[in-house]
C-alpha cells in the first residue's frame, strides 16, 4: 500500500512562505517517503497502535499458536484445541532520526526543493537503516539454511533456489508467496542463468525489459543493496581443508583438518565448505590445528581438502564493558581489518545454540567501532571476543510472522519549549517532526524520528539461502 498524495498535499505552502515550515507538512512528506523506500520492513509483521511511547517501553505482540488437523469417528467429540497466542515482549529501544540544519535565506526555497534537498535523502537514509535493521536478523535463522557460502552461480542458481524451497516445506511454511531477499551479488548470479531471463523461462516481458526478477518456485524475487554481502578476502583469516580422504557426511560436527598455520579459537567463526558454523573445541599438533568441533553441524557432507577458513576474532574495548540494552556504537580493538556492513556478530567463546547472534549495519563501522541491528540482549564485558561471521552472500526469505517490527509515535515537545511539531501516523508507521530555531548557527534545526524495537517472533518462519 502506497500514501494518497493527495493526502500529504492537504497543506498549501508558497514558495516563498515563511510558514513552508509547517511540522505537519514535513512529518506527512518524510513518512510517505519512508512508506515508498522501505523494502523488507514493509513484509514483516508490523504492530502499531497510535500510543505514545518512550524510549524503553515494552509491548507485547502476539504470536499466534499453530493448529494441528485431527480425525474423527461418527460418534466421535471433535478434538478442541486452545485459540491462544504467546506473548512475545518488544522492547521500543531504537530511537531512528535524522536531523539537518536549514539555514537562513534557504527557507525561501520552493516546497518541491525543499523536499529533494532535504526530506527525501533524510528519509531515504532512514529507510535504508530501518530495512538493515530487519535484514540484520538473518543471523537468527543461518541454522535453517539452503545452499553453500561461495557457491552461487548461474549454473548452481536453480538447484539453490529449489533447495531452500524444500527447506521452507521441511519448516511447514504455508503455502503463500515467499520473498527472497537478495544482495545485488546474489541477483547477477541468479540473472546469469536463463531461469530468469529467457523469455519462454522468464515468464513475463518485465524480466527482460527491467531486470525485475518476479515468482519463482513460490519465493517473490526482491533486490536490495541493504541484503548481506560479505566480500571474500578481506577479514583475518586462516585458512585451512578438510583433511580425510573419504571425507564426512551431514550431520558431522568434528572434522580433521590441515594446512592450518597456527591455531583457532572458541567462538570463531568457521566456513567448513561453505557451511558458516562457531568453533566449540579445536586440537593442535605442533601448535597448528588439526581438528575442530563446530555447531551447527552440517547439514551436507563434503569431500577430502574442501576448504576450511576460520575468522580471526578482534576484543570489545571499554573498560566499563556494555550493559544490556547499549543500543550506540560498540569500542572494539584487536582487528586488522574492519568487519563488514552485514556480518554477522557474536561475542560469546564457548558457543552453545541459543546465542544472540547480531549483523553489523551501521555504515561508520572501522577497526575500532561497530554498530548492530539491535541492542545488546546481554552485558558484555572488556575483552570480550568480537567473533564476525564468514564471507558469501546471504539471501533471507521469511513469512511476515517470523519478524516484529514495533513502531510508536513519539510524544510532541513540552509547550513553551519554542518547538514547532507534528507526529503523523499511517499503514503501521509513524514520523514526528519537530523544528526549532538555532540561534547560534542561524538557521532552522528539523528533526524526523519514530521509535521502533524489532524482534524474531517464529525462528522456524525464516530461512537463509547462502551463496
Same mark, same amino acid.
Request: charged share 20%.
Given at each position: ?287 597448528? !590445528? #588439526?581438528? *575442530? /568441533?563446530?555447531?551447527?553441524? &552440517?547439514?551436507? %557432507?563434503? $569431500? +577430502? =581438502?574442501?576448504? @576450511? ?57 572501522? !577497526? #575500532?567501532? *561497530? /554498530?548492530?541491528?539491535?541492542? &545488546?540482549?546481554? %552485558?558484555? $564485558? +572488556? =575483552?570480550?571476543? @568480537? ?76 530461512? @537463509?539461502?547462502?551463496?
Amino acid at each position: 500500500m502506497r500514501f494518497n498524495k493527495t493526502f500529504l498535499r492537504s497543506f498549501t505552502v508558497y514558495a516563498n512562505d515563511l510558514d513552508a515550515f509547517i511540522p505537519e507538512f514535513w512529518a506527512q512528506e518524510a513518512l510517505a517517503v519512508l512508506e515508498e523506500s522501505l523494502v523488507a520492513a514493509n513484509l514483516v509483521h508490523r504492530d502499531f497502535e497510535n500510543t505514545l511511547a518512550q524510549m524503553g517501553d515494552t509491548v507485547n505482540c502476539r504470536r499466534p499458536n499453530r493448529f494441528e488437523p485431527y480425525r474423527k469417528d461418527l460418534t466421535d467429540n471433535v478434538t478442541i484445541q486452545d485459540a491462544t497466542a504467546v506473548n512475545v515482549p518488544v522492547k521500543l529501544d531504537q530511537h531512528v532520526h535524522t536531523s539537518f540544519l536549514i539555514r537562513d535565506g534557504e527557507e525561501s526555497k520552493s516546497m518541491t526543493d525543499l523536499i529533494d534537498f532535504y526530506i527525501r535523502p533524510a528519509v531515504q537514509g532512514m529507510a535504508r537503516w530501518t530495512d538493515r535493521m530487519v535484514l540484520g536478523q538473518y543471523g537468527q535463522f543461518v541454522k535453517n539454511s539452503a545452499g553453500k557460502l561461495g557457491g552461487l552461480t548461474g549454473s548452481t542458481a536453480k538447484d539453490y533456489i529449489i533447495a531452500a524451497r524444500k527447506k521452507a516445506e521441511d519448516l511447514l511454511w504455508p503455502d503463500e508467496t515467499r520473498p527472497l531477499i537478495v544482495n545485488p551479488d546474489a541477483e547477477a548470479a541468479l540473472l546469469s542463468t536463463d531461469l530468469f531471463v529467457s523469455s519462454e523461462k522468464a515468464g513475463n516481458s518485465t524480466a527482460l525489459e527491467s531486470a525485475n526478477m518476479g515468482r519463482k518456485f513460490g519465493f517473490q524475487f526482491l533486490q536490495t543493496q541493504q541484503m548481506g554481502n560479505i566480500a571474500d578476502g578481506v577479514n583475518t583469516t586462516k585458512g585451512g581443508a578438510i583433511n580425510n580422504a573419504s571425507g564426512y557426511p551431514a550431520g558431522t560436527g568434528t572434522v580433521t583438518v590441515d594446512a592450518f598455520t597456527g591455531a583457532v579459537a572458541n567462538g570463531e567463526w568457521v566456513s567448513v565448505g561453505g557451511h558458516p558454523a562457531r568453533i566449540t573445541a579445536h586440537v593442535e599438533t605442533l601448535g597448528n !590445528t #588439526t581438528q *575442530i /568441533t563446530f555447531i551447527p553441524v &552440517l547439514p551436507f %557432507a563434503v $569431500a +577430502d =581438502n574442501d576448504v @576450511v577458513k576460520s575468522y580471526t576474532a578482534g576484543a570489545v574495548n571499554n573498560a566499563a564493558g556494555y550493559a544490556a540494552g547499549w543500543s550506540k556504537a560498540i569500542a572494539v580493538d584487536t582487528f586488522t581489518v574492519a568487519p563488514q556492513v552485514g556480518q554477522m556478530v557474536t561475542f560469546i567463546a564457548a558457543p552453545t545454540a541459543s546465542d544472540p547472534i547480531y549483523t553489523v549495519i551501521g555504515k561508520d563501522v572501522s !577497526t #575500532t567501532s *561497530i /554498530t548492530l541491528d539491535r541492542p &545488546l540482549e546481554a %552485558a558484555i $564485558a +572488556d =575483552n570480550a571476543t @568480537v567473533n564476525i561471521g564468514p564471507a558469501g552472500d546471504y539471501s533471507f526469505s521469511f513469512m511476515r510472522d517470523a519478524i516484529a517490527l514495533v513502531v510508536r509515535p513519539l510524544a510532541a515537545p513540552k509547550a513553551g519549549t519554542g518547538a514547532r511539531s507534528a507526529v503523523v501516523n499511517f499503514n503501521g508507521l509513524s514520523m514526528r517532526a519537530v523544528i526549532t530555531y538555532n540561534g547560534d548557527k542561524q538557521g532552522h534545526l528539523v528533526t524526523l524520528d519514530f521509535l521502533a524495537g524489532i524482534k524474531v517472533l517464529d525462528s522456524s518462519f525464516g530461512l @537463509v539461502m547462502l551463496g
